[in-house]
């Protein structure tokens, strides 16, 4: 089981990326997709999520409107599409996956509750 994202770069404020989650291993139909971020000194913080069963979308309110998280099953891959992106918007960005029951509605925001974790892949909003 593997998770490889990808994507990240150096972009100016109000600019665009769109970061990738390439899983293998597992399928997208029983696994759901998070996007975490790290900023350095920061804790971790949950970005979005995408859920299996319907591809339904959940975003964090401070990406809510400027990201989109989507995914291809053929290619068993999510996307980030980050759009009008702001300096705070800097950090190391994962992806996570996890196909277990969870009790509470909303594990995903938790990163504890995912059982795999891709490598980090750096997002620099700055002029």
């Known amino acids: 089981v593997q998770l490889q994202a990808s994507g990240g770069g150096l972009v100016q404020p109000g600019g665009s990326l769109r970061l990738s989650c390439a899983a293998s291993?597992?399928?997208?139909?029983?696994?759901?997709i998070g996007w975490f971020r790290q900023a350095p000194g920061k804790e971790r913080e949950w970005v979005s999520y995408?859920?299996?069963?319907?591809?339904?979308?959940y975003y964090a309110d401070s990406v809510k409107g400027r990201f989109t998280i989507s995914r291809d099953k053929a290619k068993n891959t999510v996307y980030l599409q980050m759009n009008s992106l702001k300096p705070e918007d800097t950090a190391l960005y994962y992806c996570?996956?996890?196909?277990?029951?969870?009790?509470?509605?909303?594990?995903?925001?938790?990163?504890?509750?995912?059982?795999?974790w891709g490598q980090g892949t750096q997002v620099t909003v700055s002029s």
């Open positions: 996570a996956g996890d196909g277990s029951h969870h009790a509470s509605s909303s594990w995903y925001k938790d990163g504890s509750e995912y059982a795999y």
């Open positions: 291993g597992f399928t997208l139909d029983y696994y759901g």
């Open positions: 995408i859920r299996s069963s319907d591809g339904r979308p």
